[in-house]
């Protein structure tokens, strides 16, 4: 099993940047892959992005391309989403997961689970 914590969430005016960060632990090894899904009040979790720990392979949401930017760092074993231009439609609780998946967006077929962390992101 592999322990995440996100951190980095909080209130933004539209136009804005932060930073999540996704410190994972435990049995990493077994994970191949990181993403971060997002999910607001009244809708489904969403893919938002996704990086290989090897390699660095990274792939995004339609939503957010352009905009957020997904980077890890092994030797920490932490992983970054870089959100700029942020509207209030971001707005929403953002999951660090890992996994195998063997389809990088769903959000089923990652195991291991963060706590999330709001981002709010005001007009």
């Known amino acids: 099993q592999v322990q995440l914590v996100e951190s980095g969430g909080g209130l933004v005016q539209a136009g804005g940047s932060l930073r999540l960060s996704c410190a994972a632990s435990g049995r990493t090894f077994n994970s191949y892959a990181m993403g971060w899904f997002r999910q607001a009040p009244g809708k489904e979790r969403e893919f938002v992005a996704a990086?290989?720990?090897?390699?660095?392979?990274?792939y995004y949401a339609d939503s957010v391309k352009g905009r957020f930017t997904i980077s890890r760092d092994n030797a920490k074993n932490t992983v970054y989403l870089q959100m700029n231009s942020l509207k209030p439609e971001d707005t929403a609780v953002y999951y660090c997961?890992?996994?195998?998946?063997?389809?990088?967006?769903?959000?089923?077929?990652?195991?291991?689970w963060g706590q999330g962390t709001q981002v709010t992101v005001s007009s």
């Open positions: 990086i290989r720990w090897s390699g660095g392979s990274t």
């Open positions: 997961a890992a996994g195998s998946p063997a389809r990088i967006g769903v959000s089923a077929e990652y195991r291991d």
